[in-house]
């Protein structure tokens, strides 16, 4: 399991709306099949600041999902709503097995 977490600080103006497409962009994502999960966090402390959570079922499929209409119309709807560019770290499993996924 490849997995990728999105750390998102949205402007106070745009939350509505970031939340909004990026839970559009996750409805399409988890249909995807290299995707195994697609979760969208808000902090509870700060409501402008949000983390996604991506596992992959492979290396290969994070650059597949940015090839998808969806994820493409996601970054143009929330281009300019972000406080600042937004930050990737990646990780592999540990538990559960891949094969519990």
Do not use: C
């Not at 994820?71 to 540990?94: G, I, L, S």
Request: no cysteine; charged share 25%; glycine share 0%.
């Amino acid at each position: 399991m490849f997995i990728l977490i999105v750390h998102i600080h949205v402007k106070p103006e745009h939350v509505e709306a970031f939340r909004q497409a990026t839970m559009e962009n996750a409805r399409n994502s988890i249909q995807e099949e290299g995707i195994a999960r697609f979760d969208l966090l808000e902090q509870t402390d700060d409501p402008t600041r949000f983390v996604l959570y991506e596992a992959y079922r492979d290396p290969d499929a994070p650059a597949k999902h940015r090839e998808t209409a969806h994820y493409n119309a996601w970054v143009q709807k929330v281009a300019d709503m972000f406080v600042e560019p937004r930050t990737r770290t990646t990780f592999h499993n540990v538990f559960p097995s891949d094969q519990n996924w």
